[in-house]
């Protein structure tokens, strides 16, 4: 080479170099220490806090005082029996049940103190993968996923079509974009059901028992796409679930309820390794412990046979 060419590119290089350092300046320039400690606070706070939940159905309490920190970007499990109020809790959350005590917050806004207007734009926010899957029986697999796309934007037929195919690719089903749900198994519903709940591109994404009725090559498929779409897609998700082992293989964080409280929080593993009697129970599916297997009834030979006189 010579020196002339080398001359050349040496200068070529330094230029980029300046010009690199011009932009990083104007970059730092636009978002100084204080707004940069801002972003940084936000991404620090959780996307739902709870506090000092009370909710009841009835005589029923389902809430007694929880406290839930949801955290930004990260996979967060929600467990306990049937019957605990898991799904209740996503409702509340999404604005579809109010309360009797306490706040639920996402993304810094009171859910329950919005109005109309501003809870309908949060909830285009919020995905949502129901139990059911809940497909629309007679639209296409296409037609289901384009349908929030229908609804809430004015995007021409050929972006939408795009966009369409492009989340049915994210979860392995752009070839059935023409099938009926009924010609769908049920883990491939789910997985339709999964492409409709990203279509708007939501901040979080909540599963309400993803994996109830699968079998173990597609609940080994949700597992994996969950945990794939919650990183590429920077998500928070909220999975809401009672099979342990699938759940703590995706989750980051994990809350167990009971009795309409928190029994305990933290990291999977932590709590195989827990030392409460009622989270080993549950985490490890003894029959004996806290929950007991007979629901509460008097005793066996009176109510047979009636008091003896």
């Not at 230029?15 to 940069?36: F, H, I, V």
């Not at 159905?57 to 970007?73: A, L, N, S, T, Y």
């Not at 969950?226 to 990183?231: A, S, W, Y």
């Amino acid at each position: 080479m010579s020196r002339r060419k080398a001359a050349a590119r040496s200068s070529s290089r330094q230029r980029r170099a300046r010009g690199g350092s011009r932009r990083n300046r104007a970059l730092a320039a636009t978002t100084g220490p204080a707004e940069q400690g801002h972003r940084a606070r936000q991404d620090a706070s959780p996307l739902v806090k709870i506090r000092g939940l009370h909710f009841s159905r009835g005589e029923r309490k389902i809430f007694d005082g929880v406290d839930i920190d949801i955290p930004r970007g990260r996979i967060t499990a929600i467990m306990g029996p049937s019957g605990t109020g898991k799904t209740t809790l996503l409702k509340l959350i999404g604005g579809q049940l109010t309360p009797d005590r306490g706040t639920v917050e996402v993304d810094g806004q009171n859910v329950h103190r919005l109005g109309t207007t501003e809870l309908y734009r949060l909830r285009m926010r919020m995905g949502m993968l129901f139990q059911t899957g809940a497909l629309l029986t007679d639209l296409s697999v296409f037609e289901n996923v384009a349908f929030p796309l229908r609804e809430h934007t004015a995007l021409n037929e050929s972006m939408l079509r795009k966009l369409v195919l492009l989340k049915l690719e994210a979860v392995g089903l752009r070839g059935a974009r023409e099938l009926m749900p009924a010609e769908l198994s049920g883990g491939m519903a789910r997985r339709v059901a999964l492409a409709r709940a990203i279509a708007l591109d939501p901040m979080m994404v909540m599963y309400d028992e993803p994996f109830t009725g699968q079998d173990p090559i597609s609940m080994g498929v949700l597992v994996k796409l969950i945990r794939q779409l919650n990183d590429a897609a920077r998500l928070t998700s909220i999975l809401v679930s009672h099979d342990v082992e699938e759940t703590c293989a995706i989750a980051d964080l994990v809350y167990v309820i009971s009795g309409g409280r928190v029994i305990e929080s933290g990291p999977p593993q932590q709590l195989r390794e827990s030392g409460s009697e009622w989270t080993r129970q549950f985490m490890h599916g003894l029959p004996d412990g806290p929950v007991p297997f007979h629901y509460p009834a008097p005793a066996l030979e009176p109510d047979l046979f009636g008091e003896v006189s």
